[in-house]
């Protein structure tokens, strides 16, 4: 399965920028970089993907490095409700289960 | 649209004992995918079903089983039960398979295995 490392835990202000950063080095070509989060005693929920280009939606931004190796997630301006752990997922078309790794824990301090 | 359903939300079992628990997905998607999460080991993935089919299993022993219906709702079973099995077990559903697709994730049932 492809791999990806996360730190364990991050802290950000609330209101301000957070960026998430996952490493991914054995990438494959095909592989899709997926983003999940789980907010506390809640099923986990998706928040956004990308192949190779950065991606925007209503929640986040994903930048994805030029060669792939590495991606970041931008929560633009944090808010409280943004506490949770974030997944960095890579998606492979041979076997396209997820595996969830441990994740980054996101704390939003007031 | 009503979101991942499970049913129940909350189980006590003893060890010995089988259970099924059961998910309905949105409407519309025909993939269901099962995870357990516990405090040691995670998220971890079960099995994918699509059109009634199981697409890709997990690491887990025989004991673990699950099969979906032709409308798309899904259960899985766990027979004797033991203590390591209590968990938080999850529920996705997606339109269709594929590395692209998004999952969309259920409340969880809570096992708990005495």
């Known amino acids: 399965d492809a791999k990806t490392t996360q730190p364990n835990s991050m802290e950000s202000n609330e209101e301000e920028p957070v960026h998430l950063p996952c490493n991914h080095s054995?990438?494959?070509?095909?592989?899709?970089i997926h983003w999940y989060r789980q907010l506390p005693s809640q099923g986990p929920e998706y928040v956004i993907h990308g192949l190779t280009s950065n991606v925007n939606n209503r929640m986040a931004s994903l930048a994805i490095a030029e060669d792939r190796k590495s991606s970041t997630l931008i929560l633009h301006r944090a808010t409280l409700r943004d506490a949770a752990v974030y997944y960095c997922i890579l998606r492979d078309f041979r076997d396209d289960k997820i595996i969830f790794g441990k994740g980054t824990r996101l704390h939003i301090l007031p | 649209k009503a979101g991942v359903t499970q049913t129940p939300r909350y189980l006590i079992k003893t060890r010995g004992q089988q259970v099924t628990l059961s998910c309905s997905p949105i409407?519309?998607?025909?993939?269901v995918s099962w995870y357990q999460q516990t405090p040691g080991q995670g998220l971890q993935f079960l099995f994918e079903y699509f059109s009634e089919t199981q697409r890709n299993k997990g690491n887990f022993p025989g004991r673990f089983s699950g099969r979906q219906f032709s409308n798309s709702r899904s259960e899985m079973n766990v027979s004797t039960l033991e203590l390591g099995d209590s968990a938080l077990y999850l529920c996705?559903?997606?339109?269709?398979?594929?590395?692209?697709?998004?999952?969309?994730f259920g409340p969880g049932t809570r096992l708990l295995v005495l």
């Open positions: 996705a559903s997606s339109l269709a398979t594929g590395q692209s697709e998004t999952q969309y």
């Open positions: 409407s519309g998607h025909r993939s």
């Open positions: 054995t990438i494959s070509g095909t592989d899709y």
